[in-house]
Nanobody
Framework: QVHVVESGGGLVQAGGSLTLSCAAS????????MGWYRQFPGKQREVVGL???????QYADSVKGRFTISRDNAKNTVSLQMTSLRSEDTAVYYC????????????????WGQGTQVTVSS
C-alpha cells in the first residue's frame, strides 16, 4: 500500500515563512504528478503548486513569487516553501501524488496526504 505522510505546518505570523514536506512510500513504479493543494473552510481544494506531466510546473496566481515547490524524484518527496505569508494563506494544506504503484491496476491513481493546518496570524 502507498503511504503519503506530511510534516510541517503550524502557526506563523504574517510575513513569516514555513516549509511543508511530504513523502510517498511503498512499491511506487512511477510518479506522474506531485505537489500541493489547499482547502479553505467550505471550499473545494485548489492547487497551490504542482509538478505536472512533462516537467511542467504551475502555481496559483495568489502564491506566485512567494511559494516554491521542490522535489526529490529518487525519494518521492515534495516540499512547499512558503514565504511572505499572509492571513489569507490560512488553510489546510494537502500534498498530492498521482502515481503508478504495485498495488493498483497499472493506471495512475491519486494519493493524498493527511492534511496539515497552516494558520497565519495578522
Amino acid at each position: 500500500q502507498v503511504h503519503v505522510v506530511e510534516s510541517g505546518g503550524g502557526l506563523v505570523q504574517a510575513g513569516g515563512s514555513l516549509t511543508l514536506s511530504c513523502a510517498a512510500s511503498g512499491r511506487i513504479f512511477s510518479v506522474q504528478e506531485m505537489g500541493w493543494y489547499r482547502q479553505f473552510p467550505g471550499k473545494q481544494r485548489e492547487v497551490v503548486g504542482l509538478f505536472g506531466r512533462g516537467g511542467s510546473t504551475q502555481y496559483a496566481d495568489s502564491v506566485k513569487g512567494r511559494f516554491t515547490i521542490s522535489r526529490d524524484n529518487a525519494k518521492n518527496t515534495v516540499s512547499l516553501q512558503m514565504t511572505s505569508l499572509r492571513s489569507e494563506d490560512t488553510a489546510v494544506y494537502y500534498c498530492f501524488f498521482k502515481l503508478v504503484s504495485a498495488y493498483g491496476l497499472g493506471s495512475p491513481e491519486d494519493y493524498w496526504g493527511q492534511g496539515t493546518q497552516v494558520t497565519v496570524s495578522s
